[in-house]
């Protein structure tokens, strides 16, 4: 039997941790051999590009553009699946209800990061150091954000502020990184 990570044995009485890890992994397992083998070339080498980074630690962040229907949430499924049968955290949102059905485990952006409602440029997220909220995001191994152009860049502002201030515990030069960098990327297509 393989031995549960030390990190997420110090945290198993955080029940926003549990949720997240509470998945059967043979099942995931299936699925994801089944996904994997039905992505196309260019599903794969989004799939691959993502995994690389993650195997990497290279802390990335990519924005993947696409039609409707041209198979983004497909490889999101399939990325889920491949880290969590691994026993990672994936935190799925989106920026509508009714696009975050769509995503395993989804929940909107506001809802999961604790957005304010009324976001505006001096914003943060209602998250507090320590807080069981901060110690699952801290063990996050990849966040997708579904639909994001749909969301106000104030309120990726907001959240990359957080993470800054959250991640200085895993990573001391956090404060040095933008988190919303895609949105820079966006304003140039
Ligand atoms: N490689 C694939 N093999 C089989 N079916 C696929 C594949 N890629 C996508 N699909 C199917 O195509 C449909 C549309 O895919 P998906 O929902 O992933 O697109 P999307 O780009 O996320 O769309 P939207 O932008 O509207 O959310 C889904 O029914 C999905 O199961």
Known sequence: MPLPNDALMDNMENVLMSEELNYDRNLLKIEHNALLFSLTSEQINIYNVVMDALNNSTDEL?????????????????????????????LAVASSGIASQLIPGGRTAHSRFVIPLHCNENSTCNIVQGSDLANLLIHTELIISDEAPMAHKVCFEALDKSLRNIMQIRDPKSLEKYYRSFQEDLNKT
Do not use: A, E, H
């Open 62 to 90: 990519f924005f993947v553009n696409g039609f409707g229907g041209s198979g983004k949430t497909y490889i999101w499924n399939t990325l889920t699946s491949r880290l969590c049968l691994n026993g990672s955290i994936v």
